[in-house]
């Protein structure tokens, strides 16, 4: 009960306490003259006793109800806490069960792998042309294809080499374990020398410089030192206007041929635009191919055997190269 409520109802009963004692004012009775005033103050101390009573309790009520408002108030934020904290907790949950699942996951894998069986494949040093040893030490190409993991692979390099007029398989050659004499080493090098290499048997020297790359040289101290090249493609053109050019005179050219590179500029082989079925012609493109693959397996060859830009991959061929190159 609030402080106005308590005023009112102490109002009310003062103006009851009025309304009795104007009462008793008009009464004629004197005896009731002199009893009643005492009987309406005793009214008006019960009155205002009962106020009295009232008032603290209403206000003790009201310091009850209080309390219990706070303590409503209380258990309502503790009420938010805890659902903060069990999305908190489900957020939580969920993320630990995508940790495990992912946990299986891996072990399922990691178990699948230990329950195959491991195949052992035996790559070569060379992925095209290997070389295989017989027990009397002599080496002998063992195909003319790449070795790959599931096809032979129809490269031009390959399409080339079946081309060759001669087996490559029918050809052996041997090579000592020691360094050979001068009679021996005249003997494998001819040995080796008469074999038709591919440009797939070599790769290119780590300790050579193997970036040369062909590069146009324009105004420079260095175009000026260096001499003109003859340009194939120059040839060919000329060629189709029925002016062929004179390439003997290779002093001119050097001096007055616009073509001035640091290195060997390499066409695109014959017949890579052709997009048409086979013809003729595209046997013909093969034989050149061919042609062309033999005589860059012979360039590095040469190569190979003075520790130029390319190398054998074969490592037996390679340090017999090596040993020849030192004795030398």
């Given at each position: 009960m609030s402080g106005s409520d308590i005023a009112e109802f102490c109002r009310n009963a003062a103006m009851q306490a009025a309304r009795e004692l104007y009462k008793l004012a008009k009464t004629t009775d004197e005896e009731d003259l002199e009893l009643r005033p005492l009987n309406t103050k005793s009214q008006v101390v019960k009155l205002l006793a009962e106020v009295r009573r009232n008032r603290n309790e209403y206000e003790v009520k009201d310091e009850r109800i209080e309390a219990l408002a706070e303590e409503n108030r209380a258990l309502r934020d503790a009420l938010e806490i805890l659902k903060d904290q069990r999305k908190t907790d489900k957020e939580t949950i969920s993320k630990w069960q995508d940790h495990v699942k992912n946990l299986e996951k891996e072990l399922d894998e990691l178990r699948s792998i230990e329950d195959t069986p491991q195949k052992q494949f035996s790559q070569p040093d060379d992925t095209s042309v290997y070389v295989e040893q017989t027990q009397e030490g002599e080496l002998v190409p063992s195909s003319s294809v790449y070795q790959s993991g599931s096809k032979p692979v129809d490269e031009p390099e390959n399409i080339s080499r079946n081309l060759l007029s001669q087996n490559l398989e029918s050809q052996q050659y041997s090579l000592p374990s020691d360094p050979p004499t001068d009679q021996n080493s005249d003997l494998k090098s001819s040995q080796l020398a008469n074999k038709d290499w591919h440009p797939a048997d070599f790769r290119l020297n780590s300790n050579h410089d193997v970036f040369n790359i062909p590069n146009d040289l324009n105004f420079t101290a260095k175009r000026k030192c260096m001499h003109g090249t003859d340009c194939k493609e120059?040839?060919?053109?000329?060629?189709?206007?029925?002016?062929?050019?004179?390439?003997?005179?290779?002093?001119?050219?050097?001096?007055?041929?616009?073509?001035?590179?640091?290195?060997?500029?390499?066409?695109?082989?014959?017949?890579?635009?052709?997009?048409?079925?086979?013809?003729?012609?595209?046997?013909?493109?093969?034989?050149?191919?061919?042609?062309?693959?033999?005589?860059?397996?012979?360039?590095?060859?040469?190569?190979?055997?003075?520790?130029?830009?390319?190398?054998?991959?074969?490592?037996?061929?390679?340090?017999?190269?090596?040993?020849?190159?030192?004795?030398?």
């Open positions: 120059c040839e060919q053109f000329y060629g189709l206007l029925d002016q062929q050019m004179d390439y003997e005179h290779k002093n001119g050219a050097q001096l007055s041929s616009r073509h001035r590179v640091d290195a060997d500029k390499q066409g695109t082989p014959p017949g890579y635009w052709r997009t048409d079925f086979s013809s003729d012609n595209m046997e013909e493109d093969k034989k050149r191919t061919a042609e062309q693959a033999l005589a860059e397996g012979k360039n590095r060859f040469t190569e190979a055997l003075n520790n130029g830009r390319y190398v054998f991959k074969d490592p037996k061929i390679r340090d017999y190269a090596k040993r020849r190159l030192r004795k030398s």
